[in-house]
């Protein structure tokens, strides 16, 4: 069975950084595509970043562009998120999710369109 992994949250000043991991395992199927979600309460999961099963295409929400960097190591059935220049807003729990291949160039970004998904990371930005 799939089984997903976060790691790496924690309580980090305004202005720095931190890198998310997950740990994949049982992925039987072809070519998965992984991202990264984020929620807070009383709002909607919502897309960080998704990356394709070669790395090669990448999707990156506006308020991530710029600033985090998804990535993946399949020989380590690793993806990770790095972030940069936190802000406050980006307080949130993350989540790493997977689902199969989707099509040449293709990276969804609605949480709808993933299947798996892990139990989240705590991420607090201060001020």
């Known amino acids: 069975q799939v089984q997903l992994v976060e790691s790496g949250g924690g309580l980090v000043q305004a202005g720095g950084s931190l890198r998310l991991s997950c740990a994949a395992s049982?992925?039987?199927?072809?070519?998965?595509?992984m991202g990264w979600f984020r929620q807070t309460p009383g709002k909607e999961r919502a897309v960080v970043a998704a990356?394709?099963?070669?790395?090669?295409?990448?999707y990156y929400a506006d308020s991530a562009k710029g600033r985090f960097s998804i990535s993946r190591d399949n020989a380590k059935n690793m993806v990770y998120l790095q972030m940069n220049s936190l802000k406050p807003e980006d307080t949130a729990v993350y989540y790493c999710?997977?689902?199969?291949?989707?099509?040449?160039?293709?990276?969804?970004?609605?949480?709808?369109?993933?299947?798996?998904w892990g139990q989240g990371t705590q991420v607090t930005v201060s001020s």
């Open positions: 990356i394709s099963w070669s790395g090669g295409t990448t």
């Open positions: 999710a997977a689902r199969p291949y989707a099509g040449i160039g293709r990276v969804p970004s609605e949480p709808s369109q993933y299947g798996y």
């Open positions: 049982g992925l039987t199927f072809s070519g998965p595509i």
